[in-house]
């Protein structure tokens, strides 16, 4: 199995440096190769400065191959050519912005059997808000006020982005609608990895993550392991 990195957003920016180094890191190094997928910009055609955005940020840490894959929606997600280039990147990256178009662009596609072999190869898989969200077994859609089911990657779990901003408006909305499931909440410039040699999730950036169950909630800083008691590993 391979790594899951979660960012809470603002994702190319300041402290942001220590999760992406160190997934580039674990994903071979500065010759691995980077595929960026900007589909979850696409629906306010921001997908290609977004695109340009982290393609921009990743060469500055070192990366000597990085792409952007022209998957934009359901449709080209389909697309055989696509789907074969994605299954020879070493870290793919999804972008922010909507999930449900997101997670509707990927469900059940040739490009999501890709990234799926790329993390079951050993490869690292990352996301950034709602590319963060949707990898998860729920995500909760603040346009329709509603729970949808995400990709599945880290089970009985759904994440809450920009945590910093949004969790006086989030978790209580999130603990009606998913009472039995743990939120998990990511601060900006801040993202989890699933990288700790005891089994478990390191904290990088600027912010923190915290695991809210039915009864409890715990803050981990920069540098703290959530250990896979406290939270599941990765699942496909």
């Not at 993390?119 to 077994?137: D, E, I, K, N, P």
């Not at 959530?226 to 939270?231: A, K, P, Q, R, V």
Request: aromatic fraction near 8%; proline fraction near 5%.
């Amino acid at each position: 199995m391979g790594f899951l990195l979660l960012a809470g957003g603002a994702e190319f920016s300041g402290r942001m440096i220590d999760a992406d180094r160190r997934a580039i890191e674990l994903a071979g190094g500065n010759a691995a190769r980077i595929d960026i997928i900007p589909a979850a910009a696409a629906p306010d055609d921001n997908h290609r400065r977004a695109a340009q955005k982290g393609i921009h940020w990743f060469t500055k840490l070192g990366a000597c191959h990085v792409v952007s894959q022209p998957l934009i929606d359901q449709r080209s997600a389909q697309r055989p050519e696509i789907a074969d280039s994605l299954r020879h990147s070493c870290f793919i990256y999804l972008l922010g912005g909507f999930p449900s178009h997101l997670a509707l662009s990927l469900r059940d596609t040739l490009s999501w059997k890709s990234i799926q072999t790329v993390f079951t190869g050993g490869g690292v898989v990352g996301g950034s808000s709602a590319g963060a969200m949707v990898l998860c077994q729920f995500f909760y859609d603040p346009a329709g006020d509603r729970i949808e089911a995400g990709l599945g990657m880290l089970p009985g779990t759904c994440v809450i982005p920009h945590h910093n901003r949004h969790r006086s408006k989030w978790v209580n909305r999130l603990r009606s609608l998913l009472p039995d499931q743990l939120l998990l909440g990511i601060d900006e410039r801040t993202a989890i990895i699933n990288d700790a040699a005891a089994g478990g999730w390191i904290v990088y950036g600027e912010g923190e993550a915290v695991v809210y169950s039915a009864s409890s909630r715990q803050s981990y800083a920069p540098g703290n392991i959530i250990y896979y008691n406290e939270l599941q590993p990765p699942l496909i």
